[in-house]
Structure formats: structure tokens, C-alpha cells
């Protein structure tokens, strides 16, 4: 079969173009600089903006506009007052593997940053969530998620401490929270999660290093122990521009 505009199968139909052929100046400027992008290894620098604004013979609003998307799609980044080619996005299993399982299998060196460690009474829309008891002592897990050292995500987890008591003074916040459970014995059995898009609050944004706008992915998950019961509840917010998500489907 031909695909139009010899495009790959898989990719936009017709590459964005609407069906009356009127593109967008910008559009077909961010087109022709992500066929120079392809052409570019990760890290290296893209011409500046007059450049290119020269190169295309349009307005560096125009070029500006085009180079906005292409951040936002991650296939650029920004790197001091210039900007280089990003590399490719982290796919992440949709799978009950820690962060780290996943980052490794992509040849990446996973990494956490903590935020804060703290205790107080588990609050009733918790409990709610988790099948917890109101008012029982539960540990806020805060950390930023780091891949190669780059901050690319934000993880707070909930669990009771009466399942890891002594979470604040045996476990390395740099390392996995799953493999520290494990070491104790405790192993998962299901958990429900949910997947939106969303805008990072200005707090969040600061911590993962990114400004607001950037779309983030935010995953929310329930876990159980083999038993059925209550294990964590874990909020994550993931980069938009550097993260995928992958699963495997049976019928």
C-alpha cells in the first residue's frame, strides 16, 4: 500500500495536513525542522532561531511557535539559552514493576530524590480510597524521579506504618520501594490504576524543573498484598515530553 506523503504506517494521517491543504505557516515550519531533527543525534544543538527564521524566510515568531510544539512533543530540549535535540522517551510498563525495573530496561540509570518523609493520621478520603482505618498512622513518601540524573517525574506514596515501621530509619529513599517491601517479605498481588493528563501545580512544576505548562501524565494506583489487603496509594506525576506508557493486550 502507498502512504501519502510517504509516510510511515502509524504516523498522522497525511502528516497533519487538513483535508482543504491550508497548513499553518508555523506547522509547515515545525515539519520541515523536525525532518532536521531526525537527521541530528540526541544532544546536539539545532541553528538558532534567526537561522532558521532566515533558512524558512518566515517571522521568528513563527519559528518560535514551531519550536514550543516540538519541546512539548519532547523531540527538543532546552539546554541554557540554546536548544538540542531530545532523546527518545521512556516507555514505562503499565505493569506492577517498580520505576526502576523499567528505566534499567532502557539502558538508563534510575535515580530518586526525596522530597519528604512524614507521619500523621490516615485521613478519611485515604481510607476511603484504600480500605486503611481512619485516624491509623500512615507514612507521605515524597520523591523526585530521576533517569541519568534528569528530573522526570514526581512520586508521593501513602502506606500505613504499621506495614513498615521503621521506613524512616531502613530504607534509602534513592532506591526502590518495591525491593525494600519485598526484602520484608511483603509481596503485591493487584492494584487499580488510572491514567489522566494534567498541568503540574506551580509547586510540582518547581520540584520536576519544568515550567507549568508542560503536560504532565499522572498515574493514581491502589495496591494489595497477595491478601487482598491494603498495600500503598501511590500518585505519580510523569513528563509529558519525556514519558510513554506501554502494555500488553490478550482478547
Aim: proline share 8%; with cysteine.
Amino acid at each position: 500500500m502507498d502512504y501519502p506523503n510517504d509516510q510511515a504506517p502509524g504516523a498522522p494521517v497525511r502528516s497533519g495536513i487538513p483535508e482543504h491543504g491550508r497548513v499553518p505557516k508555523y506547522y509547515a515550519v515545525k515539519a520541515r525542522i523536525a525532518l532536521l531533527v531526525d537527521e541530528l543525534s540526541e544532544g546536539a544543538p539545532i541553528p538558532t532561531e534567526r537561522d532558521l527564521s532566515e533558512r524558512f524566510e518566515v517571522a521568528r515568531e513563527t519559528v518560535r511557535q514551531a519550536l514550543r510544539e516540538l519541546v512539548l512533543e519532547g523531540k527538543l530540549r532546552r539546554r541554557g539559552r540554546g536548544t538540542v535535540v531530545a532523546g527518545p522517551k521512556l516507555a514505562q510498563p503499565l505493569s506492577l514493576a517498580s520505576y526502576t525495573e523499567g528505566v534499567r530496561r532502557q539502558g538508563r540509570t534510575p535515580g530518586r530524590s526525596l522530597v519528604t518523609l512524614d507521619r500523621f493520621p490516615c485521613p478519611d478520603a485515604l481510607a476511603a480510597e484504600t480500605g486503611l482505618t481512619r485516624g491509623e498512622p500512615v507514612w507521605h513518601l515524597e520523591r523526585v524521579l530521576l533517569a541519568d540524573d534528569e528530573r522526570v517525574g514526581l512520586e508521593s506514596t501513602y502506606v500505613a506504618e504499621a506495614r513498615v515501621p521503621d521506613l524512616d530509619t531502613a530504607f534509602d529513599p534513592d532506591s526502590s520501594f518495591y525491593a525494600y517491601l519485598a526484602e520484608r517479605g511483603i509481596a503485591f498481588g493487584d492494584a487499580d490504576e488510572r491514567i489522566e493528563t494534567v498541568l503540574a501545580t506551580p509547586r510540582e512544576a518547581l520540584l520536576i524543573g519544568t515550567p507549568p505548562a508542560l503536560p504532565m501524565l499522572l498515574i493514581h494506583r491502589v495496591s494489595r498484598d497477595t491478601e487482598g489487603r491494603p498495600l500503598e496509594r501511590v500518585r505519580t506525576l510523569y513528563r509529558g515530553d519525556r514519558f510513554s506508557f506501554t502494555t500488553h493486550l490478550r482478547g
